[in-house]
């Protein structure tokens, strides 16, 4: 088993930044990938970019050039720092990792850009 803990959603202007965390612990060892993926009301939930036990990144073409993945080995957490956010950045942010064969999500944090 994982447990996945988000945490740094919240409102913010458009323009602005924030920055999500996911704090995984439990049975790590197994973790192949961990990323965020988010859902906007009314639409399906899409990958925002998640990163490989290997290091690889991959990005939506959506939030490329504008949100950063990365990952502190050490804390067993991921960071996605989000900046020039857009009204259409607007989503429930959920983070998620599979681990051996099993996937896991978090509970989800709110984002919201508006002014």
């Known amino acids: 088993q994982v447990q996945l803990v988000e945490s740094g959603g919240g409102l913010v202007q458009p323009g602005g930044s924030l920055r999500l965390s996911c704090a995984a612990s439990?049975?790590?060892?197994?973790?192949?990938?961990m990323g965020w993926h988010r859902q906007a009301p009314g639409k399906e939930r899409e990958l925002v970019a998640r990163?490989?036990?290997?290091?690889?990144?991959n990005y939506a073409d959506s939030v490329t050039g504008r949100f950063t993945l990365s990952r502190d080995n050490a804390k067993n957490t991921v960071y996605l720092q989000m900046n020039s956010l857009k009204p259409e950045d607007t989503a429930v942010y959920y983070c998620?990792?599979?681990?051996?064969?099993?996937?896991?999500w978090g509970r989800g944090t709110q984002v919201t850009v508006s002014s």
């Open positions: 998620k990792t599979v681990a051996g064969l099993k996937v896991y």
């Open positions: 439990g049975s790590i060892f197994r973790i192949n990938s």
């Open positions: 990163i490989t036990s290997g290091g690889n990144t």
